[in-house]
């Protein structure tokens, strides 16, 4: 039991007497309960105390009362609520039995006959509860309980609730909404404020849509792509899905599922009489197949319409073609190979997972783009009609490259944070802007000749020719994050931008800056990568993957119709586009970002550490004896999980968005790592947490910070947190930690340059970590905790240092070598000879922590590689505008 629910059960002892917990969902937690005064057992449910902050319990309170008084045999009716020691809760009868959830987790579909029954139950507890001027708003099956078989509607009023108290308006802060996408109606998934009983209406026949086929009648991998679908897409027969359901059945269901309101049944009884009696259903659909036909746009007709609709459209093109002076291009297709490796070999894959290194002149002649020979940065340019790629001299340290209107120019930025440009054949470069800190970020060459670019700093804007630069957004906390892609919109009138309010990994959104007003407004949340296209509309990619395309007016800069999605599988932030229709993109269909963990040897060779494990790993860490291993894995939520030599496995963690770089504590039982659970915290709050590596106990907290800590380790004595934070400008900064006595942060490594990938060697006399003192990342060692004096170990770049259990040595990247320099141990640190030990090619390298371990015999390295066969494939389209228009029909 929690301590916030051991306060809950102190203050509302002498009522109920909480048990155990029965579940938890977006809203609340429920506990069986005692009621002491009834001696009954009832559900008490619990507002997530962040919900309840938010919403004001008071008002939530008020509001709920108006749900107590309906009684209806299916409904479950509200008992009481209130508020003790600042927890919110509401009490309801416990149902022996199960959700209709559960039942169909467990069968999947179920018998018509069941699945019809139980619909008009629901319908009719609908019908009695409109009647009272209450509606659902979140009909689900996790909120349909099934008592003896029969429906009870749980939660009525809660969402309703929620929406009318204080804060009922800033839940989609917090990443919560009212609704569930899967059954959300269109004019909730809209936003519109005014929810009538048609919304429920529309909810239940996605339930019953459900309980007939075994899945909602719109799926996706986030909501964002659910509610896409939900607002353009039609669902499929269901008699074609399975032909036992009766034609009235699918009649009625698709008629609870119609876009418009105004085109659902009038009333949830109506609805349920449908259901139940073939005539009444066939006669809704006649009245409303008849007044759609009329407008020319029947449902069951479209297919056929469209048809002979484009079948003229074609007709027409064939004879009239010959007057046109050039027929439209048609869209073509193929994979071509660009970079020799994975960009996160050198980038941080959080962002080059979300922002493209390629670039299309605008006439669609050459593709531009960043690779690496020789372990070095560089832009490559491929001519249309040339085989091969070459370098472009001038470009050295080069990211993520971008033309000028005309296509004479190449800008770029670089690993050092200078904003350059380079004639398009290659040559002498000409800084135009230094950024006050090395991110690699995207920029954009607007119409007017102007730049703007971004970093960790916000938007800038620079003059083409060079100049002063200027910030755009005021100095807000908006202004200092990240923009990942920014795509000029025509006339200079303003730039479409993809912006991480916390951390990127974790969250991004697009928006659009008006340069006329200098303010900006969010357009798409949880996306990844926008862009303008000349045809009228604004694309992006979700988080989860895929392209979308939503009309969008440059002028008034909004958006004027819902998402379409239009490519699947497409890998965030991952496209480059010409003004021609000529595009590149990054596909994840065939595996995706699926790895293994391997254990290779000095000498490059590499075997499988677990064959049935294929996953998207991150951050290794082995114990000191070697005999587990700790990694993170990217699901929808990234969690620490443990390995054991005898191939067990256990999922440590399963808090937050995300739990990950763990570092083990001397003696093998513990892990430390980065984790934002705390609750209330922002995705960007991440603290230092402690948890036993056999999960015998919940992680404690270690250290919270001013600004987020992303990485941790606890000194071989146990004395030290050694731990890096990005602070003022998000540079990142190492400090220390005593974990006993004075337990001030103490300043290690905390200067004006970025300091990342701390490694404190396994007598805990040295720390190593990755610096930026010189421009570029390079490997620096100084004794610890004293850090006089600082060595540069690495002189042609380094990242990602791991001692060798001896002591004797230090390994760390090279761009795509793996090295090695030795050291002689003595009152001071004597510098050895540097070797490369093997390519790092297809194994994953990560900006923020060290993305391999050093086995116990120093002979072995823990890595991760990309999974043979599931690299993003680069996809070539040429006249892609085409199949843009006729997919989005505008």
């Known amino acids: 039991m929690t301590d916030a629910v051991a306060r809950l059960a102190g203050a509302l002892a002498g009522r109920y007497r909480i048990e155990r917990e029965l579940g938890a969902g977006g809203m609340a937690t429920v506990y069986l309960a005692h009621d002491v005064r009834h001696d009954r057992k009832v559900a008490l449910k619990v507002l997530r105390p962040e919900l309840s902050a938010i919403l004001g319990g008071e008002r939530f309170l008020a509001e709920i009362k108006t749900t107590a008084n309906l009684q209806h045999p299916h409904i479950l009716s509200l008992f009481d609520s209130g508020e003790a020691d600042g927890l919110v809760y509401y009490v309801m009868p416990y149902v022996e039995g199960e959700s209709l959830r559960d039942r169909l987790t467990r069968e999947k579909q179920l018998p018509v006959e069941d699945a019809v029954r139980i619909a008009r139950e629901v319908a009719d507890a609908l019908a009695y509860a409109h009647g009272h001027g209450v509606v659902h708003r979140d009909i689900k099956p996790e909120n349909i309980l099934l008592h003896g078989g029969h429906a009870m509607v749980a939660d009525f009023g809660i969402a309703l609730a929620a929406s009318r108290s204080e804060g009922g308006t800033r839940l989609t802060e917090t990443g919560m909404s009212l609704g569930t996408p899967h059954y959300m109606s269109p004019e909730q998934a809209m936003g519109e404020r005014e929810i009538t009983p048609k919304a429920d209406i529309y909810a239940l026949g996605c339930v019953l849509y459900e309980m007939l086929t075994a899945e909602p009648p719109f799926t996706g991998a986030t909501a964002q792509a659910i509610i896409a679908r939900v607002m353009t897409e039609e669902p499929r027969s269901l008699t074609l899905q399975r032909k036992t359901i009766p034609p009235h059945v699918e009649a009625a269901v698709l008629t609870a599922l119609q876009k418009l309101p105004a085109d659902r049944y009038p009333s949830a009884r109506d609805f349920g009489d449908a259901l139940g ?76 997972r ?271 004896d070697g005999t587990q291993l700790a990694v993170s894995l990217r699901e929808a939520t990234t969690q620490l999980w443990i390995r054991r030599s005898d191939g067990t496995r256990q999922k440590l963690t399963d808090e937050g968005a995300a739990n990950w770089r763990p570092a083990w504590t001397a003696d093998g039982r513990s892990i430390v790592f980065s984790s934002n659970r705390r609750a209330g915290a922002s995705l960007d709050a991440f603290d230092i947490f402690e948890m036993p590596a056999d999960g015998s106990a919940p992680a404690t907290l270690l250290l919270h910070h001013t600004y987020g800590v992303w990485e941790g380790e606890i000194s071989p ?148 590689r990309n999974q043979p066969g599931s690299s993003n494939a680069v996809v070539y389209v040429e006249g892609w505008f085409s199949e843009l228009k006729a997919k989005v029909k505008r």
Request: charged share 20%; hydrophobic share 40%; with cysteine.
């Open 277 to 352: 009696d073939a005539r009444i259903a066939a006669a809704r659909t006649g009245r409303r197949a008849a007044a759609t036909a009329s407008s020319g746009g029947a449902l069951a007709r479209r297919p056929l319409f469209a048809a002979l609709t484009l079948g003229a459209v074609l007709l027409v093109a064939a004879l009239t073609g010959w007057l046109r002076p050039r027929a439209a291009p048609e869209t073509s297709r193929q994979r071509v190979v660009l970079w020799q490796y994975p960009l996160g070999q050198l980038l941080d894959p959080g962002v080059a």
């Open 717 to 864: 004595d146990g004395r030290w947190l050694v731990m890096r934070s990005d602070e003022q400008g998000n540079i990142g900064h190492i400090r220390g930690r005593r974990l006993d006595g004075d337990t001030a942060l103490v300043p290690l490594v905390v200067d004006s340059t970025l300091s990342m990938q701390i490694a404190l060697s396994r007598d805990g006399r040295w720390l190593a970590w990755t610096g930026y003192a010189n421009g570029r990342a390079e490997i620096y060692v100084a004794p610890f905790p004293s850090m006089s004096p600082i060595r540069q170990v690495s002189h042609e770049g380094g990242t990602e240092p791991r001692w060798a259990h001896s002591g004797r040595e230090l390994f760390y990247k090279s761009g795509t070598r793996f090295m090695d320099v030795s050291f002689t141990i003595g009152p001071a640190l004597t510098v050895g000879s540097t070797r490369t030990l093997f390519p790092v090619t297809g194994y994953r390298s990560a900006r923020n922590r060290q993305e391999y371990d050093v086995a116990p015999d120093d002979r072995h390295f823990v890595m991760i």
């Open 354 to 624: 979300e922002a493209t290194q390629a670039a299309i002149a605008p006439d669609g002649s050459s593709i531009v783009y960043a690779d690496s020979t020789g372990g070095r940065l560089h832009l490559m340019r491929k001519l249309r009609s040339a085989a091969a790629a070459t370098p472009l001299a001038g470009t050295e340290g080069a990211l993520s490259p971008f033309f000028s209107p005309d296509g004479r120019w190449i800008g770029f930025s670089t690993e050092d944070g200078s904003l350059k440009k380079v004639p398009v054949e290659g040559g002498g470069a000409v800084t135009l802007a230094r950024r006050s800190d090395p991110t690699y970020t995207a920029a954009a060459w607007l119409d007017d000749g102007t730049i703007v670019y971004g970093g960790k700093v916000g938007l800038n804007l620079v003059s083409a020719e060079g100049g002063p630069s200027r910030l755009l957004l005021p100095d807000t906390a908006r202004a200092r994050a990240t923009a990942l892609t920014i795509s000029p919109l025509p006339g200079g009138r303003g730039v479409l931008y993809t912006q991480c309010p916390d951390n990127c990994a974790l969250r991004s959104d697009v928006r659009v800056l008006d340069l006329k007003t200098l303010s900006d407004r969010m357009l798409v949340e949880n996306a990844a990568g926008a862009w303008y296209a000349p045809t009228g509309h604004l694309l992006y990619t979700d988080r989860a993957g895929g392209l979308y395309a939503a009309g969008f007016d440059p002028a008034g800069l909004r958006l004027t119709t819902g998402p379409a999605p239009v490519i699947d599988d497409v890998v965030p932030g991952s496209v480059a586009m010409s003004a021609t229709g000529t595009m590149l993109y990054s596909t994840t269909a065939g595996g995706g970002s699926l790895a293994e963990l391997v254990l290779v040897s000095r000498d490059g060779s590499a075997a499988s550490l677990d064959s049935t494990w294929r996953a998207d790993f991150q951050y290794p860490a082995l114990s000191p």
